[in-house]
Each structure stands twice: as structure tokens, then as C-alpha cells.
């Protein structure tokens, strides 16, 4: 097909294979135990991922879609971009939105797509560049906590992070992420954040709690991800899919919980784990914001909160933040 422009880059070298036995034998051997979120997204992780994105209780996807379609003109003409960035991709349907109002002004340039998943990022990056002709597509295969500069430097940038997926950080975590966000992109580029609200505990508990069951599944997979990758013998079987609000810290916690006394080996790892029923695995936090929870994480960052777009219901935000001119004292 002549004209698709698209080409994949990866972070990811010869290096890799050791650095994801060491992360996982940090993570495992520590009390409480925890896996990194980023080992969810396999093939098939990220393929339930796109089914959870379906259910009836996950509203969070289709509210944000609906919202995006609703702004994705007024963000363009806010920030009047003529290259996209989009952070954790994934099958990538969102940008669409955004890159058909970029079309439409009449600023289509180029694209970026940062995702972990290869075989996701490049079904994106093809099918991207065969939908919007005169578009070039880049994709680079990593992760936003290790990866971002990779992006290089900004200029006409709008950046995007949807699903609320900034939510998996602690919010600990997040000024940093934002500073080193803000380093890739000039001043008044902007960065479209999805984040899920707080709301009714109900509401929240069901959205990780299906009763198709594929959050469990989702959960549970991402043992056969660790079996793959470091050649460990987790049974996903015995351990069941637990998924609560923490109120104090206002986010949603996943674990993964051992139904009977096992073993597992991780010979990658050099890790040899016994579980006895009721041992915990955190595999996940989903943290839930107000807009004053979240612009509070803002100072420092260099940067700052242009608009805040809801919903009707108060579901779920998008925050278009701004980069900071570089007058005004933030560090570059
Ligand atoms: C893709 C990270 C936004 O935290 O809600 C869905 C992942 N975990 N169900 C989220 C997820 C359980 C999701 N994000």
C-alpha cells in the first residue's frame, strides 16, 4: 500500500531478558509482595484489557471516548498541534478522534505512539497510517516510566495519556512523571491526561469486579505472562481475583490471593516462593481523583492546568495541562 508511512523503534535490547528477571525478583521478594502493572499487557492481557473496555461495568472507556468527542475540537484549537503523542496506546481507537480534528484544521503532521505490547503497537502504527494518508507514524516500543526520551524533543506536540492509566502510579509517583513529561515538550505544548473520578464505592467495586469474570482473567494473566517470560510455574488457578476501594488512599487495589498452600518456581529469577492460602500478590492500584487532588500534584511540574473537562455525571476527566513558558522560573 503505497503511501502508509509508519516505523517501529524499540527501547528494548539486548538487555532486556535480565532486567525484567531482576525487577520481577525484586518485586516478588519484597513483603508485601507486588508485580509491576506493566507485565499485564501480553498478548492476551492486552486483549482482555479490550474486553474489560467492553463490559457493562466498566464505564470508564466509553465515557472518556464520548467525552473526547465532544473536545477533541476545542483541545486542537487550544493547543493547535501538528504532532500527537500518545502514551500506552494500546489498540490505539481514541487518537482518532484527536487526529480527525487535527485533519480538519487542517494541522496533520506526524504521530508517536509509546506502548509496551509490539504486536499492538505496530497493528496501531498500520492501521493509522493507512487511515489518515499524508500522516507519518512513528512507534516506539516502551514504557512511560522508562522510556519517555525517547519521545525527544517537543514543538507543536499534544501529548495524550488516556484511560486513566496515570492512575496506576502511586500518586507519589506522579510529579516526577509530569516533570519528566514536561521535558518533552515546549513551552505551551500541551499533555491530555484521562483520569477516572471518585465516586460512589459501589460503582467503582463493580468496574473491577465483573460479573463476566474478565478482571479476574485479566488479573490472573498476568501469572501466565511471568510463566512466559521467565519460564516460572504459577498455576493462575489457585489463586482467586480480589479487587477493593481503599477510601483513605482513594484508589482501587488488585490482588491476586493463593486458594491453597503451593510453590512456585522462578528459575530466571533464581526465586523459589511458597504461598500458603490467603497469601497476597498486589498486582495493581487504579487511583481515583478530584480535580483538587490532582492539580494539587501539579507545582513543580512546570505544568499547569489550561482546562478540565467532565462528563455530565462527574465519571471521568480529561485534563488538558500546559508546559509552562520557560520565563517564569520552572527549571528547563
Ligand atoms: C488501563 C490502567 C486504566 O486501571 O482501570 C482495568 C486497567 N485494571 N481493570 C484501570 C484495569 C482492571 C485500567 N487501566
Not at 32 to 52: A, H, N, T, V
Not at 73 to 102: F, N, Q, T, Y
Amino acid at each position: 500500500m503505497p503511501g502508509a508511512l509508519y516505523r517501529i523503534e524499540s527501547a528494548r535490547g539486548e538487555g532486556e531478558p535480565a532486567r525484567v528477571a531482576e525487577e520481577i525478583r525484586e518485586s516478588l521478594s519484597s513483603q508485601p509482595r507486588w508485580l509491576p502493572f506493566k507485565y499485564f499487557y501480553d498478548d492476551r492481557g492486552s486483549r482482555l484489557f479490550e474486553d474489560i473496555t467492553a463490559l457493562p461495568e466498566y464505564y470508564q472507556t466509553r465515557t472518556e471516548e464520548r467525552l473526547l468527542a465532544t473536545i477533541a475540537a476545542d483541545v486542537v484549537d487550544r493547543v493547535r498541534p501538528a504532532e500527537l503523542v500518545e502514551l500506552g496506546s494500546g489498540a490505539g481507537r481514541k487518537i482518532r478522534l484527536l487526529l480527525a480534528a487535527m485533519a480538519r484544521a487542517g494541522r496533520l503532521g506526524s504521530c508517536v505512539l509509546l506502548d509496551i505490547n509490539p504486536h499492538f503497537l505496530t497493528g496501531s502504527a498500520r492501521s493509522l497510517a493507512t487511515d489518515f494518508p499524508g500522516l507519518s507514524v512513528r512507534g516506539v516500543v516502551g514504557d512511560f516510566l522508562d522510556d519517555l526520551a525517547l519521545l525527544g524533543p517537543g514543538g507543536g506536540r499534544l501529548a495524550v495519556f488516556f484511560a486513566g492509566t496515570i492512575g496506576n502510579l502511586h500518586p507519589a509517583q506522579v510529579p516526577a512523571f509530569l516533570t519528566r513529561m514536561a521535558a518533552q515538550l515546549a513551552p505551551r505544548d500541551g499533555f491530555l491526561v484521562g483520569l477516572d473520578l471518585v465516586k460512589d464505592v459501589s460503582r467503582l467495586e463493580a468496574a473491577y469486579n465483573d460479573g463476566a469474570g474478565v478482571t479476574a482473567e485479566f488479573n490472573r494473566n498476568i501469572l501466565r505472562a511471568v510463566n512466559e517470560r521467565l519460564g516460572a510455574d504459577f498455576d493462575p488457578e489457585a489463586f482467586e481475583h480480589v479487587a477493593f476501594y481503599d477510601a483513605a488512599n482513594a484508589w482501587i487495589e488488585m490482588r491476586l490471593r493463593a486458594l491453597r498452600p503451593q510453590r512456585v518456581r522462578i528459575p530466571a529469577a533464581c526465586l523459589d516462593l511458597a504461598f500458603e492460602p490467603g497469601d497476597e500478590i498486589r498486582t495493581e492500584i487504579s487511583c481515583k481523583y478530584t480535580r483538587t487532588s490532582f492539580e494539587a500534584l501539579l507545582p513543580q511540574t512546570g505544568l499547569e492546568l489550561e482546562h478540565w473537562y467532565t462528563d455530565p455525571e462527574n465519571l471521568f476527566a480529561l485534563a488538558l495541562l500546559r508546559r509552562r513558558t520557560s520565563d517564569d522560573g520552572t527549571p528547563r
